[in-house]
């Protein structure tokens, strides 16, 4: 729809328009949930919907805040928190010299690692997209014909309150928000070959996450690296094949 | 209304710029159209090349 207005547009600005649309969308639905809630009241005549409403009113203010803050800081092109997993990931890319396009916004990069062979996925940055990881990983082992040892999944994870931004925590399966395509193509090709799932997470609130990066969370991506590249040497074979995916909007990340 | 202290806190965003050949680092403030990888230049130690290591937030104003 973007590009039928303007066919000539530059992929970073449309990836910006994008976003803004999506950030406007989220206010939008706020607003609607709120009015639903309101008029309900009205229409039932009951104040106890009222009385929830009026306590469930300081998360929403909370949330469309963060919104707010988010659409100035993605038109700015300054990375977010949940960039984190890209950032991870271009830190890895900057030692290749083979990158490739994978699938739609999505790219890859190869590099050796320990005499292991590293292939890097990410989303095409510095746009503001989370691009397409899980056709992009299903491509690359489809391409490396199944015989990947390892998949290492790097996200933003949303922390509770009295939790410390920029802490790490490590499990099994995709680091993946998204509960839609994405997440479940990485998991039938992992199925498909029988390739065990590892799970990075860096925890961070809401707002952190999808604001301008905190330096908690900037400094928690060199931390991550040394966590992955352990996980790697301990649970993977000189000789084989691991495929790393930094999941995340890639805002303000190139690779 | 309860309006988040997070939300109030001032920020300032920060680019980090490091050489690629040295150990050279430099922090300035964030200008639009940086990047993280983007070259920047060369490094006054070795004129290797400079690149955005970084771009980060810093909290201004102290949580209480």
């Known amino acids: 729809m973007i590009m ?5 547009l530059d992929p970073m600005t449309r990836s910006q328009i994008e976003i803004s649309a999506e ?48 659409q100035k800081v993605f038109l700015q092109g300054i990375p977010i928190g949940d960039g984190l997993g890209p950032l991870v990931a271009s830190k890895f890319l900057m030692k290749s010299s083979q990158k490739f396009t994978v699938s739609k916004d ?7 690692f320990e005499g292991r062979k590293l292939v890097v996925v990410k989303a095409e940055g510095p746009m503001a997209t989370v691009g397409t990881p899980g056709e992009g990983v299903q491509n690359v082992i ?10 290492i999944t790097v996200d933003a994870a949303l922390k509770l309150e009295g939790e410390e931004t920029g802490t790490i925590a490590e499990g099994m399966g995709v680091a993946m928000g998204d509960p839609g395509p994405e997440k479940i193509a990485i998991e039938r090709v992992a199925v498909k070959y029988g390739i065990p799932i590892d799970a990075v997470i860096v ?12 330096k908690e969370v900037y400094q928690a991506a060199d931390k991550v690296i040394d ?29 | 209304m309860a309006i988040s202290a997070d939300s109030k806190q001032a920020l300032k965003v920060k680019t980090v710029v490091k050489c690629m050949q040295c150990d ?27 690149y955005i290591a970084g771009i980060y937030a810093e909290t201004l104003n102290q949580k209480k």
């Open chain 1, 4 to 8: 039928s207005a303007n066919p000539n």
């Open chain 1, 23 to 70: 950030v406007v969308n989220a206010l939008n639905l706020i607003f609607k949930v709120i009015r639903h809630y309101l008029i309900m009241a009205k229409k039932l005549n009951s104040i106890m919907i009222m009385y929830q409403l009026q306590m469930v009113a300081p998360i929403y203010v909370k949330y469309a805040e963060a919104y707010s803050k988010a």
């Open chain 1, 106 to 112: 999505t790219i890859a990069g190869t590099l050796e």
């Open chain 1, 142 to 151: 489809e391409r490396e014909g199944g015989k990947v040892s390892r998949i």
């Open chain 1, 203 to 214: 925890k961070m609130s809401m707002e952190e996450a999808i604001t301008e990066m905190r």
């Open chain 1, 227 to 255: 966590y992955v590249k352990r996980i790697i040497l301990e649970r993977t074979k000189p000789g084989s094949t691991i495929v790393l995916v930094g999941v995340g909007n890639t805002a303000g990340i190139a690779q």
């Open chain 2, 24 to 50: 050279y680092t430099q922090e300035r403030d964030f200008q639009v159209g940086d990047f993280v990888l983007k070259l920047v230049g060369n490094c006054p130690k070795d004129n290797g090349p400079l």
